[in-house]
């Protein structure tokens, strides 16, 4: 994405559906005399809400509250003009098409937040925060996102690269009066240093599943042999007749999901083929996949018929899984699981609380800690990490600082690369082609 210094942008930052507000946005050198030019004062109050009879030259367009920003103290950084008029696609459509005609463009996909990114109002880990926070679905993926927005990774990874430049700056300077024979660290605390940055980035790179799971909600498999009850369960968890339930072993084939909000996270149960021996060919493609969604799912149920429990041949993808029996209206369960029947719904409330718990202890991070939420941010952080541990074993075997300093600068610049301090337009392409027009 290319984001010109002297471009006038705009946008709807509101969907363009009928409603009884929407919001028009306006950013660039030529904001303010736009919006001047559709009958706005000329004495535009900065920051205020402003009442405007909007005028085109075919006659009044509309009634609206403008609220001017002048650069910097705006979003963008940049001179901004904010429009709030009445939500009928005709008129904000004919808004947007005036101001492009007194000279604006249409924005890009993130535009918006990419040139606030550009002017330091935010740095990448914020701006992704804004996409996740659009796109929650959880008051608890919204917190975490609101968590990120206000820099809770940023002045971990800030500290971190601060801590990183201070060793580069002695190594530099041992460089450069090398003759003199001054030493600027010993190496003893560089490697008290690069030990402790190196504790930090493994307490990141330990969230990313977590992150990720909070961001894009879990995955939960619920395996068993056929006729234990795995379809009637999903039923039961999702509320709906989801899947088809028969006496007849083998009825799922293939993989049926169903998202459900369980410890504030979109959990999406997944019921699979029953596993057993035999079976004709389409059976046993659906038996493969039970298995390989079993291995990439974040929480596993093994259910197992309490009136025949068979627990001696569990597939190894089960093996920590939550252990529930089910028919228990027809015999009691063993002690070592939980008992339900999902025809009478006894046992129901006890297997919510327990996945409940499962969510909530395995996949909610603590209040205010950091936490990597990306394929982006791991990589980067992952890539600090690598170079952390060639710079500390080339301490430890008195290697010089020219090649100490080589790695030391690669983890510097992957974290740099992980909040924007370090540019990539590749990196920023990626991030706000995902975002809404108008943000």
Same mark, same amino acid.
């Given at each position: 994405?290319?984001? /010109?210094?002297?471009?006038?942008?705009?946008?709807?930052?509101?969907?363009?559906?009928?409603?009884? +507000?929407?919001?028009?946005?306006?950013?660039?050198?030529?904001?303010?005399?736009?919006?001047?030019?559709?009958?706005?004062?000329?004495?535009?109050? @900065?920051?205020?809400?402003? &009442?405007?009879?909007?005028?085109?030259?075919?006659?009044?367009?509309?009634?609206?509250?403008?609220?001017?920003? $002048?650069?910097?103290?705006?979003?963008?950084? !940049?001179?901004?003009?904010?429009?709030?008029?009445?939500?009928?696609?005709?008129?904000?459509?004919? %808004?947007?098409?005036? $101001?492009?005609?007194?000279?604006?463009?249409?924005?890009?996909?993130?535009?918006?937040?990419?040139?606030?990114?550009?002017?330091?109002?935010?740095?990448? $880990?914020?701006?992704?925060?804004?996409?996740?926070?659009?796109?929650?679905?959880?008051?608890?993926?919204?917190?975490?996102?609101?968590?990120?927005?206000?820099?809770?990774?940023?002045?971990? =990874?800030?500290?971190?690269?601060?801590?990183?430049?201070?060793?580069?700056?002695?190594?530099?300077?041992?460089?450069?009066?090398?003759?003199?024979?001054?030493?600027?660290?010993?190496?003893?605390?560089?490697?008290?240093?690069?030990?402790?940055?190196?504790?930090?980035?493994?307490? %990141?790179?330990?969230?990313?599943?977590?992150?990720?799971?909070?961001?894009?909600?879990?995955?939960?498999?619920? %395996?068993?042999?056929?006729?234990?009850?795995?379809?009637? #369960?999903?039923?039961?968890?999702?509320?709906?007749?989801?899947?088809?339930?028969? /006496?007849?072993?083998?009825?799922?084939?293939? %993989?049926?999901?169903?998202?459900?909000? $369980?410890?504030? #996270?979109?959990?999406?149960?997944?019921?699979?083929?029953?596993?057993?021996?035999?079976?004709?060919?389409? @059976?046993?493609?659906?038996?493969?996949?039970?298995?390989?969604?079993?291995?990439?799912?974040?929480?596993?149920?093994? +259910?197992?018929?309490?009136?025949?429990?068979?627990?001696?041949?569990?597939?190894?993808? =089960?093996?920590?899984?939550?252990?529930?029996?089910?028919?228990?209206?027809?015999?009691?369960?063993?002690?070592?699981?939980?008992?339900?029947?999902?025809?009478?719904?006894?046992?129901?409330?006890?297997?919510?609380?327990?996945?409940?718990?499962?969510?909530?202890?395995? &996949?909610?991070? /603590?209040?205010?800690?950091?936490?990597?939420?990306?394929?982006?941010?791991?990589?980067?952080? !992952?890539?600090?990490?690598?170079?952390?541990?060639?710079?500390?074993?080339?301490?430890?075997?008195?290697?010089?600082?020219?090649?100490?300093?080589?790695?030391?600068?690669?983890?510097?610049?992957?974290?740099?690369?992980?909040?924007?301090?370090?540019?990539?337009?590749?990196?920023? !392409?990626?991030? &706000?082609? !995902?975002?809404?027009?108008?943000?």
């Amino acid at each position: 994405m290319s984001t /010109p210094a002297l471009d006038t942008i705009v946008a709807p930052a509101t969907p363009l559906a009928t409603s009884a +507000l929407a919001i028009v946005r306006i950013d660039g050198p030529l904001a303010h005399s736009i919006i001047k030019g559709l009958g706005a004062p000329k004495d535009l109050a @900065e920051r205020r809400a402003v &009442f405007v009879r909007l005028e085109t030259a075919e006659g009044p367009l509309d009634e609206v509250i403008v609220i001017s920003y $002048v650069a910097p103290k705006s979003f963008t950084g !940049n001179d901004l003009i904010e429009i709030t008029c009445h939500g009928s696609p005709l008129i904000v459509g004919t %808004l947007v098409k005036e $101001v492009i005609d007194r000279g604006a463009r249409m924005a890009e996909p993130g535009e918006f937040t990419e040139r606030a990114v550009l002017n330091g109002k935010l740095d990448l $880990v914020q701006a992704e925060a804004i996409g996740d926070l659009i796109n929650s679905r959880t008051t608890l993926q919204a917190q975490l996102s609101l968590s990120n927005l206000g820099g809770t990774l940023s002045r971990w =990874a800030g500290e971190i690269r601060a801590d990183l430049l201070f060793l580069i700056a002695r190594l530099e300077g041992a460089l450069d009066f090398a003759d003199e024979g001054y030493t600027f660290i010993t190496d003893e605390e560089a490697m008290r240093h690069l030990d402790e940055d190196l504790a930090r980035i493994r307490s %990141l790179a330990e969230t990313a599943r977590r992150g990720r799971g909070l961001r894009d909600g879990l995955t939960a498999v619920i %395996l068993g042999r056929p006729n234990a009850g795995k379809s009637t #369960l999903l039923n039961h968890l999702c509320g709906s007749e989801r899947a088809i339930v028969t /006496p007849t072993p083998g009825t799922t084939r293939d %993989l049926i999901r169903e998202t459900v909000i $369980v410890g504030g #996270l979109p959990v999406t149960f997944i019921d699979t083929a029953g596993l057993r021996t035999g079976g004709e060919l389409v @059976e046993e493609i659906g038996q493969f996949r039970a298995l390989e969604a079993a291995s990439k799912a974040d929480l596993v149920i093994w +259910l197992e018929d309490s009136s025949d429990p068979d627990l001696t041949d569990v597939p190894s993808e =089960a093996r920590d899984a939550i252990l529930v029996f089910s028919k228990v209206d027809q015999k009691a369960a063993p002690p070592e699981g939980l008992g339900i029947s999902a025809r009478t719904g006894a046992g129901m409330t006890v297997l919510w609380e327990r996945l409940d718990r499962e969510v909530r202890d395995r &996949f909610r991070p /603590p209040e205010g800690s950091p936490l990597i939420v990306n394929a982006r941010q791991e990589r980067e952080i !992952n890539e600090a990490g690598d170079a952390l541990r060639q710079a500390r074993l080339g301490v430890s075997e008195g290697l010089s600082e020219e090649m100490i300093l080589v790695d030391l600068y690669a983890a510097s610049s992957a974290i740099g690369r992980l909040t924007g301090a370090i540019s990539s337009s590749e990196i920023q !392409n990626e991030i &706000f082609s !995902n975002f809404c027009i108008g943000k």
